[in-house]
């Protein structure tokens, strides 16, 4: 079964300075996708970048890039040039692939809190 | 449209009470997920629809949980007879299948703000 593990509960991180979130992940297929979400306050789940087990290069999108070592199973946030409004929950999650039986749903890790200080 | 909605924001029922809540998706998205979120956890799957037809359930949705989507448009989940432990947030999700022919996992998932459920 997949299983996404997210080691730090919480992060501090100073303004525009970079920081990386963890995340490990289990599975036994050979095609599946990766995802970060960013939750505020308000509830709702961001989303933020993705990688593909395929993927040759590391997804990058603006301040967003994600270390990707399939090797080790981890899929690393990282945020460049921390802003205050970057202070929120981090989910790592993982998509089943439609030929496992899933059909593509998301699979969460418990998060990380960041809390970038000015 | 701007996003996926869902309607109410926040829901207070006394146990025992039946609550149900909407989830407006994108509107050319055809698949629908339901998530269920406690305190200080990641979400947890509930339920997945194509269009109309519902094609998976989570062992988490009891016979209390009952989740629709006529039409292939809106969806609604009702919680039956409400007890403390459903006290969560209830989030919905929509995406855009671009059929078999596409990468796996090339489409990502949009989230409505959810729903917070408080059963007293």
């Known amino acids: 079964a997949q299983k996404i593990t997210q080691t730090q509960p919480g992060m501090f991180v100073q303004e525009k300075e970079a920081v990386t979130l963890d995340c490990t992940y289990d599975?036994?297929?050979?095609?599946?996708?990766l995802f970060w979400y960013k939750q505020p306050s308000s509830g709702e789940m961001i989303f933020l970048i993705y990688?593909?087990?395929?993927?040759?290069q590391n997804a990058t999108e603006g301040r967003y890039s994600l270390n990707f070592q399939k090797a080790r199973k981890s899929a690393n946030l990282v945020i460049s040039a921390s802003q205050l409004g970057d202070s929120a929950m981090y989910f790592c999650?993982?998509?089943?692939?439609?030929?496992?039986?899933?059909?593509?749903?998301?699979?969460f890790g418990a998060g990380t809190r960041l809390a970038v200080h000015p | 449209d701007t996003g996926v909605s869902q309607d109410p924001r926040h829901k207070i029922t006394k146990r025992g009470q039946n609550v149900t809540f909407r989830c407006d998706p994108i509107?050319?998205?055809?698949?629908l997920y339901w998530y269920r979120q406690t305190l200080g956890q990641g979400p947890e799957f509930l339920t997945y629809f194509q269009n109309e037809a519902q094609l998976e359930k989570s062992r988490l949705l009891s016979d209390r949980f009952s989740a629709e989507r006529p039409k292939g448009s809106f969806s609604t989940l009702e919680i039956q007879r409400t007890e403390q432990g459903d006290s969560a947030m209830y989030l919905c999700?929509?995406?855009?299948?671009?059929?078999?022919?596409?990468?796996?996992?090339?489409?990502?998932?949009?989230f409505g703000q959810g729903t917070r459920l408080t059963v007293v």
């Open positions: 999650a993982m998509r089943e692939p439609p030929f496992s039986g899933g059909y593509n749903k998301l699979i």
């Open positions: 990688q593909g087990s395929y993927d040759e």
């Open positions: 599975t036994s297929d050979q095609s599946y996708g």
């Open positions: 509107s050319e998205h055809n698949r």
């Open positions: 999700a929509s995406s855009l299948e671009r059929g078999t022919g596409a990468p796996v996992g090339d489409t990502e998932a949009f």
